[in-house]
């Protein structure tokens, strides 16, 4: 039952991540020049099809119990569903997992925007309102977010969320 909770969380939050390219500063231009050009960049590399291969919360007090929780997920195994997402150039991203059979399953949709590093999501889910700031990290296949967030709704933004996702061609 919790590991059918969990799954359907860490898919809808997978689906959600995106990446970001933050160009390292070569030259000795301004702060404000350059954040522009991060911004830029990060808009344009996010906007694509992603799709999450691991993911993993931390839960140190999970639902304000004196114990820690940690889930953790390798969709990369063969035969196993995918969580995916579609981000567009209009700030708008739609999310969802695929099946092994191809079909798609818990399609959401939210809004994006990025600033420096970070990643912003807001969507809704499970009747509640998503807001979050994903840190973002760069790899040779896609990203790495990490976040801060309360994912099991006991009110303390304490659990940390980190998933691994590659941009799909």
Request: glycine share 8%.
């Amino acid at each position: 039952m919790i590991k059918s909770h969990f799954f359907s969380a860490i898919v809808i939050v997978g689906l959600i991540f995106a990446a970001c390219k933050q160009e390292k500063n070569k030259s000795e231009e301004s702060e404000t020049p350059q954040k522009e050009v991060q911004e830029k960049s990060l808009n344009t590399y996010m906007v694509g099809t992603w799709e999450t291969s691991y993911i993993k919360i931390e839960y140190p007090t999970y639902q304000k119990a004196d114990s820690s929780f940690v889930f953790e997920d390798d969709f990369s195994k063969p035969n196993t569903g995918r969580a995916q997402s579609e981000y567009k150039n209009d700030g708008t991203f739609t999310a969802w997992f695929k099946q092994p059979d191809g079909s798609k399953v818990g399609e959401t949709g939210g809004n994006w925007k990025t600033k420096g590093d970070s990643l912003y999501v807001d969507y809704a889910y499970l009747g509640k309102q998503v807001q979050a700031w994903y840190a973002i990290t760069t790899t040779e296949e896609g990203f790495t977010g990490k976040v801060i967030y309360d994912w099991d709704d006991d009110k303390e933004f304490d659990d940390i969320l980190i998933m691994k996702s590659k941009k799909l061609k």
